[in-house]
């Protein structure tokens, strides 16, 4: 197997945040912490989750880096970096039924 698409080697990162929006500046704010992490090729995974699939730890690294760079004034954000496997073995449910977790993404690579 090649050791480039292990799935211990590809990686997902999620953003999970709460941010406040009581002000018009602060829902500015948010809504633009948002938008940044959709430009970067972030899924929605739940309101305040967002998930990207990454094809290394060090392209995850790059993203993180870009979270940071894009962190709101207020408000909590967390990210976590899990490997592909880990990602296989979630458990999702709606409504009390079993849900397939989120395709995985083919990575194309222009040499």
């Known amino acids: 197997m090649n050791d480039r698409f292990s799935e211990y080697r590809i ?8 941010l406040p929006t009581d002000t018009k500046k602060e829902r500015k704010a948010a809504a633009e912490f948002r938008k940044q992490l959709l430009l970067d090729g972030f899924l929605m995974f739940q ?3 967002y998930m990207r699939h990454c094809p290394s730890v060090e392209n995850a690294n790059v993203h993180i ?3 940071k760079a894009n962190l709101p ?8 970096s899990i490997t592909d496997k880990q990602f296989g073995a979630m458990e999702l449910f709606s409504e009390k039924k079993t849900k397939e977790p989120p395709t995985e993404y083919m990575q194309l690579e222009l040499f």
């Not at 990686?11 to 709460?18: E, I, P, Q």
């Open 11 to 18: 990686m997902w990162v999620l953003v999970f945040f709460d």
């Open 73 to 80: 004034p207020l408000g909590q954000v967390g990210i976590l």
């Open 47 to 49: 309101f305040s989750i």
């Open 65 to 67: 880096k870009r979270v």
